[in-house]
Nanobody, 118 residues
Framework: VQLQAYGGGLVQAGGSLRLSCAAS???????MGWFRQAPGKEREFVATINWSGSLTDYVDSVKGRFAISRDNAKNTVHLQMNSLKPEDTAVYYC?????????????WGQGTLVTVSS
């Protein structure tokens, strides 16, 4: 099982980035989530989506700015991030599982760095 997250980079505040996570080695029928970890902080939940894409959930700080989606035909999940803020700077991780707790996720990608400059 392998999850490959990509799409991070440096962007100015107010800009947009689209993260993607490609899954291989598993049947892509589980929920997926994005977490992030800023320097010196604990990993925090960002967004999750169920297997069909019909249910999503977001941490309050990104609601209205981020959108999670998935393409089951391509075994990928995306995180569209708009109106980025410096406080969104973190390493973003994708994972398979459900809920808002990291304990509900079993497989994790390697992370992709997002840096938002002010």
């Amino acid at each position: 099982v392998q999850l490959q997250a990509y799409g991070g980079g440096l962007v100015q505040a107010g800009g947009s980035l689209r993260l993607s996570c490609a899954a291989s080695g598993l049947i892509f029928s589980s929920g997926m989530g994005w977490f992030r970890q800023a320097p010196g902080k604990e990993r925090e939940f960002v967004a999750t989506i169920n297997w069909s894409g019909s249910l999503t959930d977001y941490v309050d700080s990104v609601k209205g700015r981020f959108a999670i989606s998935r393409d089951n035909a391509k075994n990928t999940v995306h995180l569209q991030m708009n109106s980025l803020k410096p406080e969104d700077t973190a390493v973003y991780y994708c994972a398979t599982g459900t809920g808002r707790s990291a304990g509900g996720y079993n497989y994790w990608g390697q992370g992709t760095l997002v840096t938002v400059s002010s």
